[in-house]
């Protein structure tokens, strides 16, 4: 049995693209780190299936949600049920590190 | 639509049991807190059909998971994948506070 698994094991970060990394999937549940440094993105895109939350661990983001535009900082949470829209932009100066849960998870 | 969710407004206690807060939930997912004061527990219990993620965002806490026990503190995860059974006991002298989702969620 595999132990506790600790996020800052699995920053990291791509030039190119938002660096991505798998804590744990199954069909239910895909979870893991979403790692963007300063100007990068993740496009808007939905999941007319799936619903997702973005657990803020370090850093600033500016997420889109529907036609909305959020902020969030460490600590917040945000929600892309099923349909929604949704984006993310590290806009800040620093890393931002975000915890990404899918489900239920069709597979990549 | 919502802003982003400060899990800070959501920590609670109860001197009887384990305090549990909602974050967001659809048939898909449960998203939560559970916060737990020094000697709390959540017993060993199994759901058949769900997973289970735990992240540990304050404190410390020991946790079963099938055969094992494992501990975690803020910035681990403890997986319990449908079928396995889990728990968690704060045997450390602050509060615990816990990010757990619960995929899919078939409603209280």
Redesign the interface.
């Known amino acids: 049995?595999?132990?506790?698994?600790?996020?800052?094991d699995h920053v990291g970060s791509n030039p190119e693209k938002m660096f991505k990394s798998t804590?744990?999937e199954?069909s239910?549940?895909l979870?893991g780190l979403n790692c963007l440094e300063p100007g990068q993105s993740d496009r808007a895109h939905t999941h007319p299936e799936?619903?997702k939350?973005y657990?803020v661990?370090e850093g600033e983001g500016e997420?889109a949600?529907?036609?909305?535009t959020?902020?969030?900082g460490a600590?917040?949470?945000?929600?892309a049920?099923?349909g929604v829209t949704h984006g993310v932009t590290n806009n800040g100066s620093g890393r931002l590190v975000i915890?990404m849960?899918l489900?239920?998870w069709p597979g990549p």
């Open positions: 049995m595999a132990g506790a698994i600790d996020y800052r804590l744990f199954s239910r549940l979870l799936q619903d939350f657990f661990l997420f949600l529907g036609e909305d959020l902020k969030a600590g917040q949470t945000i929600i049920p099923a915890l849960g489900t239920p």
